[in-house]
């Protein structure tokens, strides 16, 4: 619901205020996508009446949310990991996105969309020969086929830091990345 109130705010305003500090092109595209989704469910509304409205924002919120065994696609994609990229034991960078591999199964449940590195890395090739792409790139994607979904979706929801870095910048100064004062 929320997000459809910032739609028409983006829509009118032209700006879209989570990214403030994003190029005026983004800002462009946003404005236009919003100006679409804001005539489509007015269109909606009108012809098809509010329910089609509830249809569309329960299908969103509820394949998302674990009520629905595809939120284990979206979960799992956005658990953190740390790079330790010159070997002295400090994480270089958190990795807010990864894929998960857990066999032919999951992938055609997910639609190919549990390749979320790969989709990422090349945002046009089609979801369906993701797959693919890793077979023949593999030295830049994890291997293995046995990432356990629920082992991933416990630890989201009971280490909250752990989904999509969201503990990025609570400790630097037990980093290296800034100094301690004095």
């Known amino acids: ?39 489509v469910r007015g269109a909606l509304w009108k012809w098809a009446g509010w329910k089609s409205l509830l249809f569309l924002y329960l299908a969103e919120i509820l394949w998302s949310i674990p009520p629905h065994p ?3 696609m979206f979960v799992t994609n956005h658990g953190s990991a740390t790079r330790d990229e010159d070997g002295d034991g400090y994480g270089d960078g958190c990795i807010p996105s990864s894929s998960t591999y857990a066999g032919k199964w999951y992938s055609l449940f997910t639609l190919g ?31 293995g086929e046995r990432d356990n979904v629920f082992e ?31």
């Open 1 to 39: 619901f929320l997000l459809g109130i910032n739609d028409v705010v983006v829509a009118l305003t032209g700006t879209n205020y989570f990214f403030p500090n994003k190029p005026r092109e983004f800002h462009k595209e946003c404005a236009d996508y919003c100006q679409w989704a804001v005539l």
């Open 70 to 72: 595809a939120c284990a």
């Open 113 to 143: 969309t549990n390749y979320h590195c790969e989709h990422h890395d090349f945002p046009t090739i089609p979801l369906h020969r993701l797959g693919k792409l890793r077979e023949i790139a593999p030295e830049y994607y994890r291997e």
């Open 152 to 182: 991933i979706m416990w630890k989201v929801f009971s280490e909250p830091e752990f989904y999509a870095c969201m503990d990025v910048g609570v400790n630097l100064k037990n980093t290296k990345i800034l100094p301690v004062a004095a």
